[in-house]
């Protein structure tokens, strides 16, 4: 499969970071973007919850070569698909930094659309059918708007965030900031 990669050529991801962070991306159970409910949202974390559940268990049935959303670091394919991610999910990202991250040695990688979890946290009844559905189509690297999907009697359509799930080492990327003062005087 294309979207799983195994390897040890450098590889550079992104994720949004609190500026005391020292670990890139995010774990699915304790600092991922979702783990934590808005204030006055506890409906929310029950379907994140059950969103991420479902996926796990799928994966372990039919996908057990990838890596587990709960065990591996959630980062973003590019940086477009971090910007993108926080346009969709200001809350999300507010007061954290983008930052680059480049591999180290040999990893576990796949890449998804995580669109398909926006569609899973809709508020809407789905069934077990509907459910393994979207998680086939996640697993098997699928892109939501390659998909017709419906929601309340609707196309939904998303544009594609890329998502990857790392297992490995992973160094954060440090530029050098160019200033205009010239070299001695910032």
Do not use: C
């Not at 934590?36 to 919850?49: A, G, I």
């Not at 993108?84 to 990893?107: D, E």
């Amino acid at each position: 499969m294309d979207h799983l990669i195994r390897d040890s050529a450098p590889l550079e991801l992104y994720a949004w970071l609190d500026a005391d962070a020292e670990l890139p991306g995010w774990d699915v159970l304790s600092d991922n973007p979702f783990s934590l409910p808005l204030p006055e949202d506890s409906f929310t974390t029950v379907q994140n919850y059950f969103a991420e559940y479902h996926l796990e268990y799928y994966r372990q049935r039919l996908f057990k070569e990838f890596p587990s959303r709960l065990h591996a670091l959630l980062l973003f394919a590019t940086r477009v698909d971090a910007e993108n991610f926080r346009a969709k999910h200001p809350a999300r990202v507010f007061g954290k930094h983008l930052v680059p991250a480049r591999s180290q040695g040999a990893y576990v990688v796949s890449f998804h659309d995580s669109s398909w979890l926006d569609y899973l946290r809709l508020p809407h009844s789905l069934n077990l059918a509907t459910l393994d559905e979207v998680s086939n189509h996640y697993w098997r690297g699928r892109l939501v708007e390659e998909i017709g999907l419906r929601f309340m009697d609707a196309a939904w359509r998303e544009p594609p965030v890329i998502e990857a799930l790392f297992q490995g080492t992973l160094e954060l990327v440090t530029h050098h900031h160019h200033t205009g003062w010239l070299p001695g005087f910032s």
